[in-house]
T-cell receptor
C-alpha cells in the first residue's frame, strides 16, 4: 500500500536553532497536510498544500510541496520551547483515506 | 463550540472482554475516522466512514468493529479478538474528502 516516509524520526535542537522535517512518497499525492501533536495531546491541523511547488508560511513556519507532488517539508526558523511536539505529515491520493507519516519528534533545549 | 468528544478518557479491558469507545462530533462533518497510536509511533487507520450507514476498513481493522448509524456518532468496539489493544485511540472527522481533520482528545486503553 501507499506509504509516506518522514525524516528524521527525532530532532533535538537548541532554542533559537532552525528545524526541518521532510516527508516523502513514492506516488504522486493529491495534497499534503501537516499536523502538530503536543506531548500527551492530539494532532492539531497546521496547514494544507495542494499545488505543485506551493510554499506557505505561518509566522516562523514554512511549508513546501515539491514540484512533482511527491515530497514536502516543514521548516521552523528560530525554534522556541513552545515548538516542542511531534510533527506529522498526512497525504491523500484521491480517496477519503489519509496516510500519516511516522512523525518527527522535536525537542527544544532552552 | 463545535468539536469532537471522545469518551472515556481512560479505559481498562479485561481478558476476553469487548469494550466500546465513544466518538461524537457536532461539526456537521460527513467523514469520520478511527486511528490507533502506539507509544512513539505514528497514526494507523483502523476504520473510516464517508457517510451514514457506510464504513470501510483501514490498514489495521482486524479485531475492531464500528457502526455509523448517525452522522454525529462513530463508536469503535475493540473485541476480544484484538490481542494487543493497549494504545491511544484517536477519533477524527473531516467535512469532505481532502479536508483537514479535527481530532478528539483520545482514549487510552489498557489491559487489566
Amino acid at each position: 500500500g501507499q506509504q509516506v516516509m518522514q525524516i528524521p524520526q527525532y530532532q533535538h535542537v537548541q532554542e533559537g536553532e532552525d528545524f526541518t522535517t521532510y516527508c516523502n512518497s513514492s506516488t504522486t499525492l493529491s495534497n499534503i497536510q501537516w499536523y502538530k501533536q503536543r506531548p500527551g495531546g492530539h494532532p492539531v491541523f497546521l496547514i494544507q498544500l495542494v499545488k505543485s511547488g506551493e510554499v506557505k508560511k505561518q509566522k516562523r513556519l514554512t511549508f513546501q510541496f515539491g514540484e512533482a507532488k511527491k515530497n514536502s517539508s516543514l521548516h521552523i526558523t528560530a525554534t522556541q520551547t513552545t515548538d516542542v511536539g511531534t510533527y506529522f505529515c498526512a497525504a491523500t491520493s484521491g480517496t477519503y483515506k489519509y496516510i500519516f507519516g511516522t512523525g518527527t519528534r522535536l525537542k527544544v533545549l532552552a | 463550540d463545535g468539536g469532537i468528544t471522545q469518551s472515556p478518557k481512560y479505559l481498562f479491558r479485561k481478558e476476553g472482554q469487548n469494550v466500546t469507545l465513544s466518538c461524537e462530533q457536532n461539526l456537521n462533518h460527513d467523514a469520520m475516522y478511527w486511528y490507533r497510536q502506539d507509544p512513539g509511533q505514528g497514526l494507523r487507520l483502523i476504520y473510516y466512514s464517508q457517510i451514514v450507514n457506510d464504513f470501510q476498513k483501514g490498514d489495521i481493522a482486524e479485531g475492531y468493529s464500528v457502526s455509523r448509524e448517525k452522522k454525529e456518532s462513530f463508536p469503535l468496539t475493540v473485541t476480544s479478538a484484538q490481542k494487543n489493544p493497549t494504545a491511544f485511540y484517536l477519533c477524527a472527522s473531516s467535512k469532505q474528502r481532502h479536508q483537514p481533520q479535527h481530532f478528539g482528545d483520545g482514549t487510552r486503553l489498557s489491559i487489566l
